[in-house]
């Protein structure tokens, strides 16, 4: 049995971060994309979720 592949990618709500978690979960690993801007993580990780993958938005307070 394989253990699930997870990563935790910090300032993920734009930019390079996002990018970052979108290439994660295109290459399998299930994400949490963690950010002080809860709106803009939500959006990543919806992303994420309606192209396949399988994310968590994060608010990092």
């Not at 971060?17 to 994309?33: H, I, P, Q, T, Y």
């Amino acid at each position: 049995m394989t253990s699930p592949r997870i990563a935790i990618v910090t300032g993920a709500a734009r930019g390079i971060g996002a990018a970052v978690a979108e290439r994660l979960a295109a290459d399998g690993l299930a994400v949490a994309v963690a950010d002080l801007d809860e709106r803009a993580c939500a959006e990543v990780a919806a992303r994420i979720d309606s192209a396949g993958g399988r994310a968590l938005a994060l608010l990092v307070p």
